[in-house]
């Protein structure tokens, strides 16, 4: 069987394109993580709020974010919503910079390379202000009714910073998993 977090390798285009594997889909109200030991899907928990994910929601393979010593959170917005494990090729508009309990918990931001209605899309700044902001909310309030969970929204970063954020997590991953 095969891992989805260890055994997608295909970063041809990388940072610029990149392969996020979903976990929660656009209009979901869970939280579903991919168990790196079992390499399945796991509920992680239902929401505390009523808040859907406003994007496709996963993680980007073969990648380590040291602040939060998870793989490297990603969304992509998407005109249909997709499934748990599906493999999107995503290209990065830039990153949502975040807080999450005193931790660093930036998520990188993009479109589905294939997806025609954001074909000219090339930055988080040639979508609409609405759905920035849409976003910004989800991730500001959906652990408010959590204990002892506080998220800042730190801004937005271009795409020099994302890239390089990105190889620096791929590169993480190398050192830890030592592949």
Known sequence: MSNLFHDLDDFENSPKEILMVVENPSGYRGKIEYNKKYGAMFLDRVSYSDLPYPVEYGFIPRSWNKFD???????????????????INVRVLGMLKMEDSGELDH??????????????????????????KTIEFYFANYKKL???????I?????????????????????????K
């Open 69 to 87: 010593n998870d793989p490297m959170d990603i969304m992509a917005l998407s005109s249909i919503p997709t499934y748990p494990g599906v493999v």
């Open 107 to 132: 998520k990188v931001f993009g479109v589905p390379n294939d997806d025609p209605v954001y074909n000219n899309v090339e930055s988080f700044k040639d979508i609409d202000a609405h759905t920035i």
């Open 146 to 152: 959590m204990k002892n969970k506080e998220v800042k």
């Open 154 to 178: 730190l801004g937005w970063e271009g795409l020099d910073e994302t890239y390089n954020f990105i190889n620096d997590t791929l590169e993480e991953y190398k050192n830890k998993f030592n």
